[in-house]
């Protein structure tokens, strides 16, 4: 279905081809233990952390 | 939008959700959410396309109105501001694989505007901005365990 007249001979707003994120699903399932990647997340967010310098 | 001070708009994003071919279920808990967030005034919806990529490459844009049955989507429909040009299109569809339909959402970050027009108000001024993947998050945690361990 066409789109909608308004939107042709605009400029548009998207200035490139957009990249393929890397698949989140994929990345934090890689071993048999997705639930300790969730925990290891979530720590490295955890309000107090401190950053070692 | 029309009442809108450019000072008072909050970030813009958007996101490409791809939905490989037959791996679509769609409940209607994605736009229940999505209400959510526009009820609580957490976002404003700007625009929404649904692209579809056939096996060649080739790319299809429909209006969400295009889909038929919109349910509780339908008032939302009727407030989006159709920011997206046709020139986006291809751009948008560039990441998505042959065979695949994807979702395309733009909205304004309302919780967001408040905090940049007070930094404007401040004198500051955006110099950048952007988003940690978790990957980057897992990475960086992995690096650092073994020297949590050494230092233990």
Redesign the interface.
């Known amino acids: 279905m066409p789109l909608r007249p308004a939107r042709r001979g605009r400029v548009g707003v998207i200035r490139a081809p957009v990249a393929k994120t890397a698949v989140v699903a994929k990345a934090v399932t890689p071993g048999a233990a997705p639930v300790a990647r969730t925990a290891v997340v979530a720590a490295a967010v955890k309000p107090g952390r401190r950053r070692r310098i | 939008m029309a009442e809108q001070s450019l000072d008072e708009l909050g970030p813009v994003d ?1 996101v ?1 959700v791809e939905f490989p071919a037959g791996a679509s279920n769609f409940t209607g808990e994605m736009a229940a959410e999505l209400l959510a967030l526009v009820d609580s005034g957490t976002i404003r919806v700007i625009d929404v ?1 649904i692209l579809t990529k056939d096996q060649d490459g080739a790319v ?4 969400l109105s ?1 889909i038929g049955e919109l349910g509780e989507l339908q008032a939302l429909e009727a407030q989006l501001a ?11 569809a ?2 998505m694989e042959p065979g695949s339909t994807a979702g395309v959402l733009i909205w304004e970050n309302l919780w967001a505007a408040p905090f940049a027009s007070a930094a404007r108000r401040s004198g500051g001024q955006l110099i950048a901005n952007g988003r940690i ?3 980057a ?2 990475a ?3 690096a650092d365990e073994p ?1 949590t361990t050494q230092g233990e």
């Open positions: 958007y490409v396309l299809e844009a429909m209006e295009d159709e920011l997206l040009a046709e020139d986006d299109v291809e751009h948008l560039a990441a993947p978790i990957q998050i897992i960086s945690i992995e020297l």
